[in-house]
């Protein structure tokens, strides 16, 4: 076996979770290999750099193995090498940090876990309670 579709390959090496997520990406112009957008049926070959843009991040893999057969989660390491910059990390976890205080606008309504990630974040001290039957002027 010499070359792959990027589709299956991607799909073997439980990058995407589907086949049809994976062909939808490479659609999307997502999926460049040697920098180049690719169709899902690009064949790939071993040393190929491929990278895959989830945002807000951009992974970079280099082929190390060919397989059209999804594997075990442990197998994958022999098939690929992440070679993705300590840099698109970073953005994630600032995106992960940030990301539930920063709602957009129209995903209504907050979530339980929104809404006890926000009493972590805040603490304890905001307990708002107002009484309502002293008058003081």
Not at 10 to 22: G, P, Q, V
């Amino acid at each position: 076996m010499n070359e792959v579709r990027i589709d299956k390959w991607m799909w073997a090496t439980r990058i995407f979770k589907t086949r049809s997520i994976a062909t939808e990406a490479c659609k999307k112009n997502r999926v460049m290999i040697n920098g180049v957008s690719v169709k899902p049926s690009r064949m790939i070959k071993l040393g190929d750099v491929i990278q895959v843009r989830k945002p807000p991040v951009t992974f970079s893999f280099k082929v190390a193995g060919l397989t059209e057969r999804r594997m075990g989660a442990r197998l994958v390491a022999e098939y690929l090498e992440n070679i993705t910059p300590p840099e698109e990390y970073e953005i994630l976890e600032m995106n992960k940090i940030s990301g539930f205080v920063n709602r957009a606008k129209g995903l209504g309504r907050p979530t339980k876990k929104d809404r006890r990630e926000l009493e972590q974040f805040t603490g304890d001290d905001f307990d708002f309670e107002f009484d309502f039957d002293s008058e003081e002027e």
